[in-house]
T-cell receptor
Framework: GAVVSQHPSWVICKSGTSVKIECRSLDFQATTMFWYRQFPKQSLMLMATSNEGSKATYEQGVEKDKFLINHASLTLSTLTVTSAHPEDSSFYIC?????????????FGPGTRLTVL | TQLLEQSPQFLSIQEGENLTVYCNSSSVFSSLQWYRQEPGEGPVLLVTVVTGGEVKKLKRLTFQFGDARKDSSLHITAAQPGDTGLYLCAGNDSGYALNFGKGTSLLVTP
């Protein structure tokens, strides 16, 4: 149980284009999903918290107009990197938190490697 | 501000050795998780500790949560090459989001 998938697993795009990354909880409903980015040999940096049916909460320094997050259902959240530039190249990882339970566990997707040329 | 400090940052040992990774904070956490991440993959949850003083074992891995719920440790006995990876501790202080440590990169050589 507690499986989270991401699609695509990797993407290469040209500078100026937009890229959409999907995060799905496959066997549970997730009222809250999180988006992280990770640079090589570094830890995860939280970008935003995505709540089903409401606006995402962005961390300080993350441009909400550049990183569009939509959490349309209890099993799907999407991250769209708009007008991507080479500095946006990174490993993007989502996680999902089940709606119930007091242990605050999050389950992570396998990540999406974005390369912007 | 990094809420969670992990040490050591890098560790290279030989197969069969023991090691301990530490995760420290000045904040109190309602729970703390340990993850292992391999290159190009997402973190995989190893354990969640909730109660101060709690000790959990997962085969050769022993996790301990400090009495004050501000720190935790991960001890690996007789490390194997398959233990190689990035070990991350993450704590939940009051909200939904996790605060991650910087990670400990472990390399176990045969």
């Amino acid at each position: 149980g507690a499986v989270v998938s991401q699609h695509p697993s990797w993407v290469i795009c040209k500078s100026g284009t937009s890229v959409k990354i999907e995060c799905r909880s496959l066997d549970f409903q997730a009222t809250t999903m999180f988006w992280y980015r990770q640079f090589p040999k570094q830890s995860l940096m939280l970008m935003a918290t995505s709540n089903e049916g409401s606006k995402a909460t962005y961390e300080q320094g993350v441009e909400k107009d550049k990183f569009l997050i939509n959490h349309a259902s209890l099993t799907l959240s999407t991250l769209t990197v708009t007008s991507a530039h080479p500095e946006d190249s990174s490993f993007y990882i989502c996680s999902a938190r089940p709606g119930q339970g007091a242990r605050d566990e999050q389950f992570f997707g396998p990540g999406t490697r974005l390369t912007v040329l | 501000t990094q809420l969670l400090e992990q040490s050591p940052q890098f560790l290279s040992i030989q197969e069969g050795e023991n090691l301990t990774v530490y995760c420290n904070s000045s904040s109190v956490f309602s729970s703390l998780q340990w993850y292992r991440q391999e290159p190009g993959e997402g973190p995989v949850l190893l354990v969640t500790v909730v109660t101060g003083g709690e000790v959990k074992k997962l085969k050769r891995l022993t996790f301990q949560f400090g009495d004050a719920r501000k720190d935790s440790s991960l001890h690996i006995t007789a490390a194997q090459p398959g233990d190689t990876g990035l070990y991350l501790c993450a704590g939940n202080d009051s909200g939904y989001a996790l605060n991650f440590g910087k990670g400990t990169s472990l390399l176990v050589t045969p």
